[in-house]
């Protein structure tokens, strides 16, 4: 019988990578995107959970296309001043506003 032998070094890569991958690394938001959110660093993932609370407490969701955000002053500063975005197209905007 072979025993198989696994490097130090793949193990310890293996060890090394954080819980959660990029994900879960705190960021710090935008001025703008705090107005949102809050000022603290965050995981993206709470960035988005706490985005979808805004959105929903404030009724911005377009109830005839609930895939369309429809922007209010605080998130027309992180949409770059448009009115209305698609949840997708949402995403890729907040991004920009998140700071390692």
């Known amino acids: 019988m072979t025993e198989t032998k696994t490097s130090p070094k793949a193990k310890a890569s293996v060890a090394d990578k954080p819980v959660g991958g990029a994900f879960m690394k705190p960021l710090t938001p935008s001025h703008e995107l705090a107005a949102v959110v809050g000022d603290s660093p965050m995981p993206r993932t709470e960035v988005t959970k706490k985005l979808w609370e805004y959105i929903k407490a404030n009724g ?41």
């Open 60 to 100: 911005l969701q377009d109830p005839a296309n609930k895939r369309m955000i429809n922007a209010d002053e605080k998130l027309k500063a992180v949409f770059d001043g448009k009115a209305q975005v698609s949840m997708f197209e949402m995403s890729k905007l907040v991004s920009a506003h998140l700071h390692a």
